[in-house]
């Protein structure tokens, strides 16, 4: 049995260092959010979320399948963006 090269761990680690330094735009500017990183980009609670969707002030979630449920991440972008936007106004 041939044995496998071991990594030194600072050799794995400039390595992912290089992996995530790297830009790359796959073209995904409308990804699917799930619910924590709706709020984090948003700012309110999962109560309020879904009471603006209610209201028709906060963009409508979609079911993708199952029971997850995920928002477009370009229809929150805008929402927060609008949100700014009417306060300095």
């Known amino acids: 049995m041939a ?3 071991i990594k030194s761990p600072a050799a794995t680690g ?4 290089r992996l995530a330094k790297r830009q790359v735009d796959y073209g995904l ?3 699917l959010l799930p619910i924590g990183v709706v709020m984090e980009i948003a700012g309110i609670g999962k109560t309020m979320i879904y009471r603006k969707m209610r209201e028709g002030t906060f963009p409508r979630c979609c ?3 199952g029971a997850s449920t995920r928002w477009s991440e370009r229809e929150v972008k805008d929402w ?3 949100v700014m936007a009417a306060r300095e106004a």
């Open 3 to 5: 044995k496998l090269p």
């Open 14 to 17: 400039r390595a992912a260092d």
């Open 29 to 31: 500017d409308d990804r």
């Open 63 to 65: 079911k993708p399948g």
């Open 80 to 82: 927060k963006a609008n």
